[in-house]
């Protein structure tokens, strides 16, 4: 069974800043990974996603991660951020070498807070 | 996309609920997902052409339905007060490829 730690609940940051949302994931299997955002009152989006290949990721509205497997962490970054990215943002895994019937593995979420 | 219905809905304890969910066009593949307030989606179980193929650590009295027209549904018997959440449906080609979410049905039991 796979699970997945998002290190920090709450993290602020100002606008044009750099942010790093954290996650950390454990498996005894290879992964596939992947970073949703939700917006309130809203379903869920996907930013990104990891199934093989290079290391580094990127996304949609600027966001880039980097898988790294020794450290079995999938950390998400943006470079400068902007007021609407505030939201809840969540990384998840599914086992890569099933069919996928165990779904998906959801960490309980970073919620992003941009301030002025 | 995927859609859900209905967005909220109130009911009482030991009641039964349906949840309905239509698929992206093309997709054989259904997922169902519970979210707790401040917690991330659980599994609940996923339709593979109809049929389950996979759930998650929930009980019998979760159930569901895939049906060939892109719809499938979430039926929930003998509701419970920690039964209220946002329940989200999730569709895909593929059992384990890319999963589009829908906005969600928020069900509150009373």
């Known amino acids: 069974a796979q699970s997945v730690t998002q290190l920090d609940s709450q993290v602020p940051v100002f606008e044009e800043a750099p942010v790093e949302l954290r996650c950390n994931y454990s498996s005894s299997v290879s992964v596939y990974l992947f970073w949703y955002v939700q917006y309130p009152n809203q379903g869920l989006q996907l930013l990104l996603k990891?199934?093989?290949?290079?290391?580094l990721v990127k996304g949609i509205n600027g966001f880039e991660a980097e898988f790294n497997k020794s450290q079995t962490s999938f950390h998400l970054r943006k470079p400068s951020v902007h007021i609407s990215d505030t939201a809840e943002y969540f990384c998840?895994?599914?086992?890569?070498?099933?069919?996928?019937?165990?779904?998906?593995?959801f960490g309980k979420g970073t919620h992003l807070i941009i301030q002025p | 996309g995927v859609t859900q219905s209905p967005t909220h809905l109130i009911k009482t304890r030991g009641q039964q609920v349906t949840l309905r969910c239509s698929s992206q066009s093309g997709h054989n593949t259904v997922s169902w997902y519970q979210q707790a307030l401040g917690q991330g989606p659980q599994f609940i179980f996923q339709?593979?052409?109809?049929?389950?193929?996979g759930r998650g650590n929930f009980p019998p009295r979760f159930s569901g339905l895939q049906f060939p027209n892109d719809s499938s549904e979430l039926n929930v018997n003998a509701l419970e007060l920690d039964d209220s959440a946002l329940y989200l449906c999730a569709s895909s080609f593929g059992t384990n490829t890319e999963a589009f979410f829908g906005q969600g049905t928020r069900l509150t039991v009373v």
């Open positions: 998840a895994v599914s086992e890569g070498s099933g069919g996928g019937a165990d779904g998906l593995t």
């Open positions: 339709y593979y052409r109809e049929e389950e193929n």
């Open positions: 990891y199934l093989s290949g290079s290391t």
